[in-house]
Structures are given as structure tokens and as C-alpha cells.
């Protein structure tokens, strides 16, 4: 099974921005897409945003214009730049793919204050 480890995260002021990363164990950015999504204290998880193999992109409106998904294959790392963070922003974030059912990492604890 596929490997997933996000790091990254951290405390923010409203207005900030991060950056965090994927290292996946294996390369499958050519033939998989990669997703990020996010889970905060007592809602479900839902996903942020995903890249296609293809290198098409496609985001949750509640962050389409502030976060950018990317890749980089030569690092087996997928990206997550976040900018103009709101306080409900704050999640917990993991990675995660369609290779092979995917799998879910330990995530990455966002969290930005007001």
C-alpha cells in the first residue's frame, strides 16, 4: 500500500499562508491523482483539492483563488500552497490518492487564528 506523509502545518495569523507537503512512497503521479482534503473538529472530512495524473486541477469553491495544489515527481511530493487563511480554515489536512483504494497519512494540523 501506498505511503502518505503531510507535514507542513502550523499556526497562522488570518491573512497568512503555508505550505504543506506530501512525500508519497512511491511514483504514481503519472497514473493516479492526488487529492487534499481536510477535516475540522466535528464536521466531516471534505476534500480541498485534486490534480489529475493529466495535471488538470479542481478545488472546493470555499478555497478556489487562495490555495494552489502541485507536484513535483521528481520528489514524489505533492504541495498544498494556502494563502489569505481564514480562521475556518483550521483542519486537520491529509494527502491521499486513488492508486490502489489510496490511503490516509497521519495528517497535518492547520490551524489559523483570528
Known amino acids: 500500500q501506498v505511503q502518505l506523509v503531510e507535514s507542513g502545518g502550523g499556526l497562522v495569523q488570518a491573512g497568512g499562508s503555508l505550505k504543506l507537503s506530501c512525500v508519497v512512497s512511491?511514483?504514481?503521479?503519472?497514473?493516479?491523482?492526488m487529492y487534499w482534503y481536510r477535516q475540522a473538529p466535528g464536521k466531516q472530512r471534505e476534500q480541498v483539492a485534486y490534480?489529475?495524473?493529466?495535471?488538470?486541477?479542481g478545488y472546493a469553491n470555499s478555497v478556489k483563488g487562495r490555495f494552489t495544489i502541485s507536484r513535483d515527481a521528481a520528489k514524489n511530493t505533492l504541495y498544498l500552497q494556502m494563502n489569505s487563511l481564514k480562521p475556518e480554515d483550521t483542519a486537520i489536512y491529509y494527502c491521499?490518492?486513488?492508486?490502489?483504494?489510496?490511503?490516509w497519512g497521519q495528517g497535518t494540523q492547520v490551524t489559523v487564528s483570528s
Open positions: 491521499n490518492t486513488n492508486y490502489r483504494g489510496g490511503s
Open positions: 512511491e511514483s504514481i503521479f503519472s497514473i493516479s491523482t
Open positions: 490534480i489529475r495524473s493529466t495535471g488538470f486541477t
